[in-house]
């Protein structure tokens, strides 16, 4: 159980892993592994992938940035209240969120239904696997555990309660605090999430007798790769189930271990939520006596959703953003040079209405976000999207609207002022003598004479 004050010490120790993060150190300079290309002498082992599913801080961080202020709020109330809560933590060694319980409900309905055992590696060991031909081992961290536990139980419970090996190993490689383990050296984490989602318990299913603990301080994690495969290649069953493990690492992992000339998309791009890729990995001595690992690059078999490819119209967007704020740019800079505006004005114009401006703003984006998380949250996903798209189009329309009248301009007297100076009617001197022209009023103006000119001609 840990309180308050050990979550604080966790999170301190995860900011510290933050700016001291030297987990790639070395991976550029390992070794080809084509010089470990597998021959008579080699050992093989059958393996097979799951990534786990979505977590909390997958849910906060990673999806539609709109929402991410709200996401944000909510998620440090529900972090501070899970301080009081025994071993629990929303970005801390993240769970998995509903959404990721959802998608290992997904991938067990595949395993144990849907798919096919004679043409689809991973179904064959769900469905026939046994302690004595396979082994099951996942990461530490929660998110991995909860995903193999909810996309495997019915293994599992088959096979007289078989057991999943948690092993460090397998621990995700990044400097974000949601890599960082908060479940001691052999020690069961909190499955509260699982136990609800099948509606038994799950610990008995977990053995905790390998897991060393958390990942140590400034130190590589090619170490780790290294002694996972020695591991693996120990054990005297073939095959080996990695329910579940983590995006990075198995791509560091494939990058590793496959060829450099390999350009595999499983070297590049990240395993999608839940899926299960399976492979042959081979432990093989090269001729000056060096152990090494190679993955066999014709057996790699995406057997559950595969992997995410990278978006080309995503990077055109990118890419048009990047021409349009250059436009911008270069029209305001234009418009200093031929003195259309002044850097003076400017000035002036920010002192006395941007702070103003900033905070009123800041209030605004904050209750739009609120509203458009609770109607994303009590519609649905697709309505949820336009509702909240529409609730953003019409605080911006508002503050375009009513947002003038609600800051002071400061500067030089703009079209009122300069037709009251002139004294053509009371309601324009008044503004024009006070040296400040409100746009709204001024718009309003200037509509309001132009219908009236519209209805004097006709």
Known sequence: MIGIDTSLLLWLRGLIFCVTWREKKGFSSAPDANRFAPDKHSIRRNMVFIRHGESDWNEVFNKEKYLLLPRLFFGLLREFTKCFHGQDSVFLDSPLSLEGCDQ?????????????????????????????????????????????????????????????????????????????????????????????????????????????????????????????????????????????????????FFKLYLPKQSTHTAKKDKMLNCASVSFELYQTKASDGTTGWCVKETTIQADYLGFKTSSKKSKKKMIMGL??????????????????????????????????????????????????????????????????????????????????????????????????????????????SSGAANPARVIAAVVQETVELASGEN
């Open 323 to 432: 021409v349009g704020v250059s436009v911008v740019v270069g029209l305001i800079a234009m418009c200093l040079q031929m003195d259309v505006i002044t850097m003076s004005g400017m000035i002036n114009h920010m002192c006395t209405s941007g702070i103003a401006g900033l905070r009123g703003g800041s209030v605004v984006f904050v209750v739009a976000s609120l509203g458009a998380a609770g109607m994303y949250t009590c519609v649905g996903k697709a309505p949820g999207k336009l509702l909240a798209v529409a609730f953003y189009a019409f605080v911006l329309y508002s503050i375009a609207v009513y947002a003038p009248s609600w800051f002071e301009c400061g500067g030089a007297a703009s079209v009122g002022g300069s037709s009251g100076s002139s004294g053509s009617s009371g309601s324009s001197g008044s503004s024009g």
């Open 104 to 252: 290992a409900d997904e991938l067990r309905d595949f395993l144990f239904n849907t798919g096919d055992p004679k043409k689809n590696f991973s179904v064959r060991m769900a469905r026939e696997g046994t302690p004595d031909n396979s082994i099951v081992v996942a990461s530490n961290l929660r998110r991995a555990i909860h995903t193999g536990l909810i996309g495997l139980y019915p293994r599992l419970e088959r096979n007289n309660n078989e057991k999943i090996l948690l092993r460090a190993e397998l621990q995700e490689m990044s400097r974000n605090v949601d890599t960082g383990s908060i479940t001691g050296k052999g020690q069961i984490p909190v499955v509260d999430v699982v136990d609800k989602r099948i509606g038994k318990s799950s610990s008995k299913w977990l053995d905790p007798s390998q897991n060393v603990g958390n990942k140590k301080m400034c130190t590589s994690a090619k170490p780790r790769f290294d002694a996972f495969c020695k591991w693996v290649c120990e054990q005297e069953k073939e095959n080996v189930i990695v329910a579940a493990g983590h995006s990075l690492w198995f791509r560091e």
